[in-house]
């Protein structure tokens, strides 16, 4: 009678163990059979001894309580972050890092976004960055080395291949170094041509509608401030990114059009995008997702006020 | 000086060491909840928010959470089994363990020892020893039922019963690592994989610490202090088998829209619609227990702690099962609704209903009344607003956040910078801190009633010792 499991303490237990295990054997153990949760990408590298160092160090500092690194494959999410995420990026992380809350922005696609300046820069001064950010500083880390000998434990543990030469570099490395190296390599396994076909600006006969003209002006100067000021300086001179005020452009003598100003800020200069002969180095990241058109002209028309022109 | 006074003395120290963790997992919560919007309260390294959220999480968790869990299944056990505990000096030892693991536990997540897996943060060296902690409270738990003395075992013991059961198959499972020296240790799963495993663990966690065993007080002390019998028997038969076997197949509803398989989040969605039932199946017995005489509700200070902890504990289980829809997932899922969901279990529910069933067992232990039910009534409606304000906000905040990451320009491109979205939560961010003074309070008139209860008590046992 089925009644009796209820004055069957040890039977009970056995049953109830059996009533649980069933849901857990379905959704979590048969799943970890299977080849299809563990895929990887051709492209995927294991961490090296530096970026794992960064890694324990996002660990270790709780990074994930704010920050998530999974792109979900919604329009708007891919337009602020990139390429949604894919289950073969993650092989080697162990455990996963997606983290469950965005307090922060999501950072499955931050690897190569911002030079390695930009990023020294926000870690140790946020608020330099982003006025109004409430992420903790962390400019202790510049003042903390590495230390090779635990790393070296931590490589062995996971088996991921290293070399002494690997190993001696990293004393003279900080932890800040380490987890800006982390932070480069974090979604990169994917290919950047997967971006590249967010390309939809015509290149031919743009002009600026909006040169010269003093409303503009002030708008891109306000969204000068918000978006550009912090790599290029408050007035264009340069600092992270290259100056805007110089005769340079894309590191060759002789300024360019604007529609190339446009298309920079509109597309990144990603490493490898070529203008009129000239290759930019990477580290501007794209905008055309976030600005519209005529304020994308708004911040070329400020930068040409800037140049006096 | 019978075995029963030296049980209820270490059931009295669980609930007391409880307490206590849950004031250091309060007083950090508040302090997280200012560095939401002044981050000039991260003071690094050992208190920054990625540090001291997890502090927070454990120490309510496994402190307050688990500590109560010990404490009150013990008490539970010994009335429902009409003896004493089997091994009444491994209970003491349980206690100093316990409380030597949650202090070592709070100096390792200070110190950034950390798994990074949500709700299993504590690296290995701990993990063992919560391991041996619930060894030691399953030896008791089986022992003392093993020996009862009253035969048919009554539905609280059936909640006991599983919760040993599950979390020990879920803490193991997830802990599984690879040491990389004393204070490091890598997850043995990667990847996707990991992410099932983790929430799988993560989502049961919820549900066999913050569900069963509360229920399993729910159940016990609801008839005590009311003096009514449980509505219905059978209902509580179907209710509990269909939880414990629902629960386990949901955790992935943590995952939608990730790189996860798609049939195992859409399996879990389907059994949290489900679980909706079971979950219902407590909320309706508890209802109509106390249906014939509402009155209750004003004349006796217990029930309405014990009515309004299963209403939220209802509202929870609506409200978790519609987040876990894909299309609302899409908009919440990674906003501050999140927090403000498990702030309405956990202040809501876990915490009315264990410091209800505290305030029933002290006075009893002591064969004492409680010091004052005006300062009962002033804690519950305190926790009861304060919780409120919080999870509003958090809702609120919640949608806002979610609806401005996707919105978008005629023209197609993005509205709001990450930044502007940001801003916007600030002044929910500190309604949310307001709404945490306002409930903490409300638990200091609690601790300061059971505190005086004690006092009250021990008196009255110096007085009968001395045969005065």
């Known amino acids: 009678m089925a009644g009796e499991i209820y004055k069957k303490p040890v039977m009970f237990a056995i049953i109830s163990a059996a009533v ?15 080849s299809h949760m563990h895929p990887k990408l051709e492209n995927l590298q294991p961490f090296t001894a530096l970026q794992l160092a960064g890694r324990d160090i996002y660990q ?3 990074c994930n309580n704010c920050h998530t690194q999974t792109v979900r494959p919604l329009r708007t999410e891919v337009m602020r972050y990139g390429e949604y995420s894919k289950a073969g990026e993650y092989a080697y992380d162990f455990p ?11 950072l499955a696609r931050i690897g190569g976004k911002y030079p390695d300046a930009w990023h020294y820069r926000h870690f140790e001064d946020p608020r330099g960055f982003y006025p109004k950010s409430n992420m903790p500083s962390y400019e202790w880390l510049k003042d903390r080395m590495l230390d090779a000998e635990d790393i070296q434990r931590h490589m062995d543990a996971l088996n991921f291949p290293y070399t002494s030469e690997n190993l001696a570099e ?14 480069q390599v974090i979604g990169t396994s994917i290919s950047s041509k997967a971006d590249k076909q967010k390309k939809r600006v015509d290149m031919e006969e743009m002009t600026n509608p909006l040169a010269k003209d003093p409303e503009a002006i002030a708008l891109g100067k306000e969204l000068f401030e918000e978006n550009c000021s912090m790599c290029h300086g408050d007035n264009g001179e340069g600092d992270i990114g290259p100056s805007l005020i110089d005769d340079m452009f894309l590191y060759a003598k002789g300024d360019l059009a604007d529609k190339h100003y446009f298309n920079i800020i509109y597309n990144g200069a990603d490493e490898g995008t070529v203008m009129e002969g000239r290759a930019a180095k990477g580290g501007m990241p794209p905008y055309g997702e976030e600005l519209q058109k005529d304020e994308i002209w708004s911040i070329v028309s400020f930068i040409r006020s800037l140049q006096g022109k | 000086m019978n075995t029963y006074h030296y049980d209820n003395q270490t059931v009295k ?23 939401m919007w002044a981050p000039s309260w991260n003071v690094a390294p050992f208190f920054t928010f990625g540090r001291l959220r997890v502090v927070h999480t454990n120490s309510l968790a496994f402190g307050l959470g688990v500590g109560a869990i010990f404490g009150i299944s013990y008490y539970i056990l010994m009335r429902l089994t009409k003896r004493p505990l089997l091994f009444p000096r ?39 020893g919560v391991v041996i902690l619930w060894v030691i409270f399953a030896v008791n738990v089986f022992g ?41 240790s890598y997850s043995m799963f990667a990847g996707v994989n990991s992410a099932n495993v983790q929430w799988w663990y993560g989502h049961n966690a919820v549900g066999f610490v913050f569900t069963t065993p509360i229920l399993a007080m729910f159940y016990y002390f609801l008839p005590k202090s009311t003096g009514l019998p449980i509505y219905s028997h059978r209902l509580s038969i179907v209710a509990f088998w269909s939880l414990v076997f629902a629960y386990l197949w949901t955790g992935a509803h943590h995952l939608v829209y990730t790189p996860l398989p798609d049939w195992i989040q859409t399996l879990a969605i389907v059994f949290t619609i489900f679980l909706i039932a079971p979950s219902w199946g407590s909320v309706i017995n508890g209802f109509y227990t106390v249906a014939p005489e509402w009155e209750q509700m004003r004349t006796n200070y217990l029930t309405k702690f014990f009515i309004l902890g299963i ?29 403000g969901h498990v702030h309405m279990g956990t202040l809501g529910w876990v915490t009315m209903t264990v410091t209800a069933s505290m305030y029933y067992i002290i006075p009893k232990i002591y064969d004492t009344e409680i010091y004052s039910v005006k300062v009962a009534n002033t804690h519950f409606y305190l926790v009861l607003v304060g919780q409120l304000i919080f999870s509003i906000t958090m809702w609120i905040t919640g949608i806002q956040q979610g609806a401005l990451w996707k919105a978008v320009n005629p023209d197609g491109t993005l509205q709001y910078s990450f930044m502007e979205g940001l801003i916007k939560n600030y002044p929910f961010w500190q309604m949310r801190t307001a709404g945490g003074v306002i409930f903490t309070i409300g638990m200091l008139y609690f601790i300061y009633n059971i505190f005086m209860t004690i006092r009250k008590g021990s008196a009255l046992e110096a007085s009968t010792a001395k045969g005065v």
């Open chain 1, 96 to 106: 996963f890092l997606w983290g469950s809350k965005r307090t922060g922005p999501d």
């Open chain 1, 60 to 62: 270790r500092e709780g």
């Open chain 1, 170 to 183: 990293l004393s003279e490395k900080t932890e800040m170094d380490a987890i800006v190296a982390y932070m």
């Open chain 2, 144 to 184: 003392t039922l093993v020996k009862r003395k009253e035969e048919q075992m009554y539905i609280s013991l059936w909640y006991i019963i599983a919760t040993v059961v599950a979390v020990a198959v879920l803490y193991i499972v997830n802990n599984l690592s690879v040491p990389a020296g004393l204070f490091k």
């Open chain 1, 20 to 34: 649980i295990l069933i849901g857990t054997i379905v959704t979590m153990f048969a799943p970890m059979m299977m």
């Open chain 2, 311 to 339: 209403t939220f504990y209802g509202l929870q289980t609506v409200q978790g099962p519609t987040q876990g829809l894909r299309v609302v997932s899409q908009l919440i899922h990674y906003t501050d609704w999140v927090p």
């Open chain 2, 90 to 128: 491994l209970a003491r030892f349980h206690l100093y363990l316990f409380n030597a693991a949650i202090a070592l536990a709070a100096l390792s997540l200070f110190a950034g020892m950390n798994q990074s897996l949500e709700y299993a943060e504590l690296e290995w060296p701990l993990d063992i």
């Open chain 2, 13 to 35: 120290s669980f609930i007391i060491s409880s307490i206590f963790w849950g004031v250091v997992g309060i007083v950090v919560g508040l302090w997280i909840s200012i560095q």
